[in-house]
């Protein structure tokens, strides 16, 4: 703490004295030797003077010095806390990709996901229920996802088995063309090669012989 300068009230109120007393009743030795003496005591109280101005000039600085570190401290949390406010906005109004997720409404999740997933310390907590929903939609579509994927093999697998069966039926088919080609094609050499015997007329039964008309009675 800077001490308070010393006041000269009292050392002006002794010089006046000393300037309104009749010089006819007083001795001017005594006179001078009173009159330089508060003169050095005036001159050691401007000196204190001084130097307590001198001292609260530094306080002054240096106060003002951490005034100004202290504001500016304060400057920096203010921008700091309206950067802070513009983020936490920004997060407030930020689309989501989880509000273009189709997902269960929150009664068919109370009804369809598991207990652990549904307690009441997660149903008070928005932020909570939302990631248990979350979690049980990826549940859910990694079970269909593993559902369809069984499906799709199985009917892939389906497919393959008809084509393989179709493949061998073409070339079962093939197989039945070409060798009924060669048998006709043997069949036609063999009738180049070998003249068919002729074909005896089959005999008739008198009975039954159908008289033909005489040409010589016509």
């Given at each position: 703490?800077?001490?308070?300068a010393p006041?000269?009230?009292?050392?002006?109120?002794?010089?006046?004295?000393?300037?309104?007393a009749?010089?006819v009743?007083?001795?001017p030795?005594?006179?001078?030797?009173?009159?330089?003496?508060?003169?050095?005591?005036?001159?050691?109280?401007?000196?204190?003077?001084?130097?307590?101005?001198?001292?609260?000039?530094?306080?002054?600085?240096?106060?003002?010095?951490?005034?100004?570190?202290?504001?500016?401290?304060?400057?920096?949390?203010?921008?700091?806390?309206?950067?802070?406010?513009r983020?936490i906005?920004?997060?407030?109004q930020?689309?989501?990709?989880?509000?273009?997720?189709?997902?269960?409404?929150?009664?068919?999740?109370?009804?369809?996901?598991?207990?652990?997933?549904?307690?009441?310390?997660?149903?008070?907590?928005?932020?909570?229920?939302?990631?248990?929903r979350?979690?049980?939609?990826?549940?859910?579509?990694?079970?269909?996802?593993g559902?369809?994927?069984?499906?799709?093999?199985?009917?892939?697998?389906?497919?393959?088995?008809?084509?393989?069966?179709?493949?061998a039926?073409?070339?079962?088919?093939?197989?039945?063309?070409?060798?009924m080609?060669?048998l006709?094609?043997?069949?036609?050499?063999?009738?180049?090669?070998?003249?068919?015997?002729?074909?005896?007329?089959?005999?008739v039964?008198?009975?039954?012989?159908?008289?033909?008309?005489?040409a010589?009675?016509?």
């Amino acid at each position: 703490m800077v001490a308070a300068a010393p006041s000269p009230d009292a050392v002006l109120d002794r010089i006046r004295e000393l300037v309104e007393a009749d010089p006819v009743n007083e001795d001017p030795a005594a006179l001078n030797v009173r009159g330089y003496a508060l003169l050095a005591r005036l001159k050691a109280l401007n000196r204190q003077a001084n130097a307590a101005t001198k001292e609260h000039k530094l306080a002054t600085a240096a106060a003002r010095t951490t005034v100004n570190q202290t504001h500016l401290g304060l400057q920096n949390l203010l921008y700091e806390k309206r950067h802070l406010e513009r983020e936490i906005e920004k997060c407030r109004q930020f689309a989501s990709i989880y509000q273009d997720i189709p997902m269960h409404s929150l009664e068919d999740f109370m009804i369809l996901a598991p207990e652990n997933a549904r307690t009441e310390g997660v149903l008070a907590d928005r932020h909570e229920l939302m990631k248990a929903r979350l979690a049980y939609e990826l549940e859910s579509q990694q079970k269909l996802e593993g559902r369809w994927n069984a499906l799709t093999a199985e009917r892939d697998e389906l497919l393959k088995e008809t084509k393989d069966q179709t493949a061998a039926a073409d070339k079962l088919q093939t197989l039945v063309d070409q060798v009924m080609k060669s048998l006709l094609d043997t069949q036609k050499s063999i009738d180049a090669l070998v003249p068919p015997e002729p074909v005896e007329p089959m005999p008739v039964d008198a009975g039954d012989a159908t008289p033909t008309p005489d040409a010589s009675l016509a």
